[in-house]
Structures are given as structure tokens and as C-alpha cells.
């Protein structure tokens, strides 16, 4: 069997949770890949077996230099693609834990300034945003802009003032030691400061319904950018929440399924009138309210199958088949790390004051992850210029 000698090529299967873990970790990376699923492609065993000394040992990843990995952890993963995950210095005036729009906005103003910046991003840079298929709502860009682009173009810009940014690195803890704040990342460094902005932005909501769990990467999915594709030509993919994320995202899956259906809890759709209208006018898109989903159930090679459904009105349940289910109901927090060193709420967002500044003194929060912030894309980057002047002042003073 050929495989493309200029992209990264995947080999493995869906069932394999280690292929879903590297599918999602070279996803999250935005690093472009080929995909072979050695159930459709049997013919690619013989391949797998041949770079692995007769093992067949999956995921085997291809690398258009001629080289392979089998199995890798994320940490491998990292290195081979050559991410920056340790820092030049250990002391820094600001690190900001979180590479989005709100983190990458702050570091421009901050490095403007001449603070020596550090980000620390566990994904790539630019978060949400860097894997939204368009945006059309942002200022300066009247025909829209690819997220990824954006996302780019906002990295550059803040390593052209000399920021560092970390990427595939978690950040497991923040402290306060007489004066200075100590941030420990998931590599077992630490990096001084004092200053800390928090701007880990939020994750998808999952639905908790059965199967659920298991299914991640094998037909449930939360981000219909990185896997849409592989569902191109489907009869059937079905959105889980009638939002403005589900609703673009069912939008942008028709590009690739031949129907879309979106099925939403409450018995009108929330996302906005003008995303509605185009929704309900798509000649391949079909909206369900007032239903909930109750499981996933997948077939014999693993995959999703059927979605289970019910109307709760009626309490009525029934089976929907579908190739993918694409989940859009919310956003949590990314604040697990933190443990009690901050005030949360009970949502599990960090209690800002006005100036932008948490219960540890010398830390601040910006963006998704702050109490009260708006969820979209030109606040956040607002977010990140304001916390960057409230971060200066408090430099001043210490």
C-alpha cells in the first residue's frame, strides 16, 4: 500500500485508544495527517508489520523523513514534531498559563512593554479559536478569517516581540513563595515570576450520556474542524446542542455528510436568529428540539452506530443511525489545576475584580476562564489588552 510521502500518515484503528489519543494530540497541534484505518484498509497491516520488525503494533506514524513512531506517548509525539517544551530562563516577569487570544493578546502588550513573557499552553496556540473552521465576526476581516490563520498570525506577532511560548506542556500548579509566584509545568519545571495571568479559556462539555466515553474518537467528537473530514460522503452526522458553536459547526459539516441533524434539550434552539435561519433553510440540515441523547451505541468494529434519543416531552425513545455525533452543550472551565490556590465559583470559573485580579495577589485571569467573561472571541482579545495594563501597574509596584 502507498502512503503519501509528503504528510504524516496514521495507521491504526478506531476501536485503538492509543490511535485516538495521537489523532486528537496531532489535531490539537493543528499538524496535518493522513489517516488509515487498517479495518478498511486491511492491506495495510503487511506496511505496519514491515516498519515494526513483523509487530503490529498500532498506532504506527509515518514521517514524510523516513522515519516512524510506534505507539508514542504525547511526550514523544512532542519532540518529533519538534514543539518548543522548556523554557531558556526559570525567572520571567509575566508567565501566562494559556496560548489563546486572550493569553497571545497579553503577551503583545506585555512584551511591548519590555516584560519578558513566557506562555504556556497545553495544545497549540490559539486555542478554541485557532480550530474554528471561520470566523466572521471579528473586527478588520469583512470576508471572515480561517481561525487557524488568525491563530497564526497572532503567534507570530507576539514572538516577533520576543514572547516564548511553550506548547504541549500542562501546567499543573501555581504557588506563592514570599513575593514570587511559582509556576510548575507537567515536565517538572517551574518558572518564577511576579506576575501570573490565567487564561486557560474553557473545554466542551460532554454529555455523560452511555457509551459515551468510549466512543471519543470512534464517532463522538467535540471539535467538527479537526474531525469533519473523515466523514466526507456520510449519509448521516447528527450536532448535539442548538448553540451558536453547534450551529455553525453543523453548517460546516455539510460540507463533507450529505445530512446533518441537530438535536437540541430545550424546545427552542439558543443560538442566535441569524445562525437559526440559515440552519432551518439548509436543504441538508433537519432540527430536532425538546430531545435528549441517552446513549451512544456503536457496531462491531467499534464505531458509532446509533444515537439514542428521547423526547422529552413524551418520554418517547427511539434510535437515530448516524455515522459521527458532533457534541456542542457548553463549556467548562479549564481550572482543575488550581486546586484552592484561587477563588472559583461554583461553576469552577476564577472571581476576578475589576482590574482583572484574582484572591492570590500577583495573579490575574482573563478570558473563557474568568467569572462573567462573554465566551467570544473580540472580548477575550479585549480581556487580554486590559489584564496586560492592569499586570504593568501591578509590576510597578513591586
Given at each position: 500500500m502507498e502512503v503519501s510521502p509528503d504528510h504524516i500518515t496514521v495507521i491504526g484503528a478506531n476501536w485503538c485508544p492509543d490511535c485516538r489519543r495521537a489523532k486528537a494530540f496531532l489535531a490539537e497541534q493543528r499538524v496535518a495527517f493522513d489517516w488509515i484505518d487498517l479495518e478498511q484498509n486491511p492491506e495495510a497491516t503487511e506496511l505496519v508489520e514491515r516498519v515494526n520488525s513483523g509487530s503490529r503494533t498500532i498506532p504506527t506514524i509515518?514521517?514524510?523523513d523516513g522515519?516512524?513512531?510506534s505507539e508514542p506517548a504525547n511526550d514523544e509525539l512532542a519532540e518529533k514534531l519538534g514543539l518548543n517544551r522548556v523554557?531558556?530562563?526559570?525567572?520571567?516577569d509575566l508567565v501566562i498559563v494559556g496560548g489563546g487570544p486572550t493569553g497571545l493578546t497579553s503577551a503583545i502588550y506585555g512584551a511591548r512593554e519590555n516584560l519578558s513573557v513566557l506562555?504556556?499552553?497545553?495544545?497549540?496556540p490559539g486555542g478554541q479559536a485557532g480550530v474554528t473552521e471561520r470566523l466572521d465576526n471579528y473586527p478588520g476581516f469583512p470576508d471572515g478569517v480561517a481561525g487557524h490563520d488568525l491563530a497564526d498570525r497572532m503567534r507570530r506577532?507576539?514572538?516577533r516581540y520576543g514572547v516564548e511560548i511553550l506548547q504541549a506542556v500542562a501546567v499543573t500548579g501555581v504557588s506563592s513563595d514570599q513575593g514570587w509566584l511559582n509556576t510548575v509545568a507537567a515536565t517538572g519545571d517551574s518558572y518564577r515570576s511576579r506576575a501570573v495571568l490565567l487564561a486557560t479559556g474553557s473545554r466542551y462539555r460532554r454529555t455523560g450520556a452511555r457509551g459515551e466515553s468510549d466512543l471519543i474518537g470512534a464517532g463522538v467528537h467535540f471539535c467538527a474542524t479537526c474531525d469533519g473530514p473523515f466523514y466526507r460522503d456520510a449519509e448521516e452526522?447528527?450536532?448535539i446542542g442548538g448553540g451558536n458553536s453547534g450551529l455553525e459547526e453543523g453548517l460546516f459539516l455539510t460540507q463533507?455528510?450529505?445530512?446533518v441533524s441537530v438535536f437540541e434539550y430545550s424546545d427552542e434552539l439558543r443560538g442566535n436568529r441569524l445562525l437559526q435561519d440559515k440552519v432551518r433553510a439548509h436543504p441538508a440540515m433537519t432540527v430536532f428540539t425538546g430531545t435528549t441523547v441517552t446513549a451512544f451505541e456503536s457496531n462491531s468494529s467499534g464505531k458509532l452506530e446509533n444515537v439514542e434519543l428521547e423526547v422529552r416531552a413524551t418520554g418517547e425513545r427511539r434510535s437515530h443511525r448516524a455515522a459521527a455525533a458532533f457534541v456542542f452543550i457548553g463549556l467548562d472551565p479549564n481550572t482543575a489545576f488550581l486546586g484552592e490556590t484561587v477563588d472559583l465559583d461554583e461553576l469552577g470559573f476564577v472571581v476576578s475584580d475589576e482590574q482583572f485580579r484574582s484572591s492570590l495577589p500577583g495573579v490575574f485571569v482573563?478570558?473563557?476562564?474568568?467569572r462573567g467573561s462573554t465566551k467570544q472571541l473580540a472580548s477575550a482579545v479585549g480581556e487580554g489588552a486590559a489584564a496586560a495594563i492592569q499586570i504593568r501597574y501591578h509590576l510597578d509596584k513591586v
Open positions: 509515518l514521517f514524510p522515519s516512524h513512531l523554557a531558556k530562563s526559570s525567572i520571567y506562555i504556556i499552553e497545553k495544545s497549540a506577532q507576539a514572538e452526522v447528527v450536532v463533507f455528510a450529505q445530512h482573563a478570558g473563557d476562564v474568568r
